[in-house]
Nanobody, 123 residues
C-alpha cells in the first residue's frame, strides 16, 4: 500500500534552516509528482512546493519562494524540502503528498498523505 513518511521537523530559531524528508513506498515514485503542504494552527492546509516526476520542474508558494527548495532522489524514493531563512510564520505541520490514479471500477484520482512533521520556528 502507499506510504509516505515524513521526518526532520523540530524546533528552530528564526533565520535558521531545516531539511524535511519524505520516504515513499507502494507506488512508482519516479513516475509521480510530489508535493509538500503545510497547515498552521487555525489555518487551512496550503500547498508549499511541488516537484515533477523527473525533478525538472518545481513550483513554490509566493510565501516561501527564494527560501525553500524542493528536490527528490528517485533512487531512494525520497522527496526533500530544504527550508532556509525560517520565520515564525513558517510554523506548521508539514505534509508530504502525492496524487495517484486508481481504478476501482472506474478511474479516479486519490490523494495520499503522510502523517506530517511539526516545524516550530521560535526563539
Amino acid at each position: 500500500q502507499v506510504q509516505l513518511v515524513e521526518s526532520g521537523g523540530g524546533l528552530v530559531q528564526p533565520g535558521g534552516s531545516m531539511t524535511l524528508s519524505c520516504v515513499s513506498s507502494g507506488f512508482t515514485f519516479s513516475s509521480t509528482a510530489m508535493m509538500w503542504y503545510r497547515q498552521a494552527p487555525g489555518k487551512e492546509r496550503e500547498l508549499v512546493a511541488r516537484i515533477s516526476n523527473t525533478g525538472g520542474s518545481t513550483n513554490y508558494a509566493d510565501s516561501v519562494k527564494g527560501r525553500f527548495t524542493i528536490s527528490r532522489d528517485n533512487a531512494e524514493n525520497t522527496v526533500y524540502l530544504q527550508m532556509n531563512s525560517l520565520k515564525p510564520e513558517d510554523t506548521a505541520v508539514y505534509y508530504c503528498n502525492t496524487v495517484l490514479a486508481r481504478y476501482t471500477g472506474h478511474w479516479s484520482y486519490i490523494d495520499y498523505w503522510g502523517n506530517g512533521t511539526l516545524v516550530t520556528v521560535s526563539s
